[in-house]
T-cell receptor
Framework: SQQGEEDPQALSIQEGENATMNCSYK?????LQWYRQNSGRGLVHLIL?????REKHSGRLRVTLDTSKKSSSLLITASRAADTASYFC???????????FGAGTRLAVHP | DAGVIQSPRHEVTEMGQEVTLRCKPI?????LFWYRQTMMRGLELLIY????????DSGMPEDRFSAKMPNASFSTLKIQPSEPRDSAVYFC????????????FGSGTRLTVV
């Protein structure tokens, strides 16, 4: 079963623009994580935000978490062609260290 | 560390044959996970281990699927007999088990059952 659901399913932007992806989930969580997957490759962990945190930054990435709305957003600033990938959010189901992934957002960044 | 290592990268087999996928987790990671990825169902958690012990296998689709972790550095996922609907990319991931770190995924095994 999928816990996190991403929106939009696909996003196409130009280099230099910002990309925002959203994730919603259904039950209580301890943390929410974002991953990137390049075509034909495994997933790469980007950032983890705990349920008591509201915002977190890592380089060009900014993640927000609103537990009252059960939603999170991932912002990639000043996007590059190399950011082209699928992005997934994942949550623990309230259980320890068991991640359930959403369907992902396919991001295409055009030069 | 070389990361999570999976083998083979690609596997093509005929329906009815036995398939074994292999995974070497990152040394020191106490948790190991097997996921399956398809276009239709996305990423599904099949089973995970803690300190070599299976904790939750509720995602294993059928009795045809089995997974073992005989030691801290090796795990297998076996499908016997394989069916065309098992075609997917199978990922292994490991984690140190604290809540401060994410998973490290392997590159996956693309399985095609014809």
């Amino acid at each position: 079963s999928q816990q996190g659901e991403e929106d939009p399913q696909a996003l196409s932007i130009q280099e230099g623009e910002n990309a925002t992806m959203n994730c919603s989930y259904k039950t209580s969580i301890n943390n929410l994580q974002w991953y990137r997957q390049n075509s034909g490759r495994g997933l790469v962990h980007l950032i983890l935000i705990r349920s008591n945190e509201r915002e977190k930054h890592s380089g060009r990435l900014r993640v927000t978490l609103d537990t009252s709305k059960k939603s999170s957003s991932l912002l990639i600033t000043a996007s590059r062609a190399a950011d082209t990938a699928s992005y997934f959010c994942a949550t623990d189901e309230g259980g320890y260290n068991k991640l359930i992934f959403g369907a992902g957002t396919r991001l295409a960044v055009h030069p | 560390d070389a990361g999570v290592i999976q083998s083979p990268r690609h596997e093509v087999t005929e329906m009815g044959q036995e398939v074994t996928l292999r995974c070497k987790p990152i040394s020191g990671h106490d948790y190991l996970f097997w996921y399956r990825q398809t276009m239709m169902r996305g990423l599904e958690l099949l089973i995970y281990f803690n300190n070599n012990v299976p904790i939750d296998d509720s995602g294993m689709p059928e009795d045809r699927f089995s997974a073992k972790m005989p030691n801290a550095s090796f795990s297998t996922l076996k499908i016997q007999p394989s069916e065309p609907r098992d075609s997917a990319v199978y990922f292994c991931a490991s984690s140190p088990g604290d809540r401060a770190h994410g998973y490290t995924f392997g590159s996956g095994t693309r399985l095609t059952v014809v």
